[in-house]
């Protein structure tokens, strides 16, 4: 692929992103561009990866683009962006990270007539070859135009938009509810009379089988636990207690909380 990437904010978010197509040869560094507002991130970004960055939103840039990427957030200046990228009179596809905002708010913003869109919320696992960006297409935009840039940070799922802001809350903030049980875990084992080292370790390797044994079996979790927990045994009695907790509420809660904010950040 031999197109020009410019992205619109250089953070987190775009920073894994652009890692990832470099390393997966999606992109030359030297077909990427960032701008970005801040010093230290241009800076970081330039010294990191070799990629060219910019201050201020060009012209130039944004017309040569083949894809441009607004990975600025929900709260920064959208509106000032998509005006300067109207200005350029670019015929680049425009790629939307922006949590929450709509593919018609997005529209509406760039007032460019049928521009090329596309709204996705991508994961932070893109260094590991897991984890599913969620995409969706404005009705002037090619799959083929975009398709191998998104493969090129991970997994790709085409839904519709009306799921993007679930999907965000629950497969985008995934990991960090996987963060969560293992940290709580490890701590259980520490607390059990584990060194740190030997807790974490156990519990990678558990969740990592765990994983495998529901992948390979297609079994539901409820079935993989009859067999581990025998009668009167050890498994069930630890079964009794997380099912007397806040566990599965807490879980739930929390995944509503990430799409209602989600909705909210957009507005
Ligand atoms: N971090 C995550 O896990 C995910 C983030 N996202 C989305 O990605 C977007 C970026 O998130 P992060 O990278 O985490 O945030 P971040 O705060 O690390 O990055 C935002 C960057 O935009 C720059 N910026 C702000 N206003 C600007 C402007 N007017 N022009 C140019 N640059 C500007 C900031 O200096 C900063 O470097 C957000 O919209 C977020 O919803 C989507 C999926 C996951
Ligand atoms: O928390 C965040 O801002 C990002 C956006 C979607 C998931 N994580």
Do not use: W
Request: net charge negative; with cysteine.
């Amino acid at each position: 692929m031999t197109n020009k990437l410019y992205s619109i904010g250089g953070g987190q978010m775009a920073e894994a992103i652009i890692r990832a197509v470099i390393k997966n040869k999606v992109f030359d560094k030297s077909d990427i561009t960032v701008n970005d507002i801040s010093d230290a991130r241009r800076t970081l970004l330039e010294n990191s990866y070799g990629i060219a960055t910019s201050e201020n939103l060009s012209n130039d840039d944004l017309a040569a683009a083949d894809i441009i990427m607004i990975a600025v957030r929900p709260q920064d200046d959208l509106s000032s962006i998509a005006k300067k990228i109207k200005q350029s009179d670019t015929k680049a596809a425009i790629v939307s990270i922006v949590a929450g905002v709509t593919i018609d708010k997005l529209e509406h913003l760039l007032d460019i007539k049928d521009v090329a869109l596309a709204r996705i919320i991508p994961n932070t696992l893109t260094d590991t070859g897991f984890g599913y960006t969620g995409a969706s297409l404005n009705d002037h935009i090619e799959k083929e135009q975009v398709d191998a840039f998104f493969k090129g940070f991970g997994k790709v799922e085409y839904i519709p938009e009306e799921l993007i802001d679930t999907f965000t809350g629950y497969a985008v903030a995934g990991p960090n509810y996987v963060y969560n049980f293992y940290k709580d875990l490890c701590n259980a084992g520490v607390l059990a009379g584990l060194n740190r080292e030997l807790a974490n370790k156990l519990a990678l390797e558990n969740l990592k089988g765990a994983a495998a044994m529901l992948e390979q079996t297609g079994k539901h979790p409820s079935e993989l636990l009859d067999i581990n927990n025998s009668a009167g045994g050890v498994g069930i009695n630890a079964q009794y207690e997380l099912d007397n907790s806040d566990f599965s509420a807490g879980i739930q809660r929390a995944v509503m909380a990430a799409v209602r904010t989600t909705k909210e950040l957009g507005k």
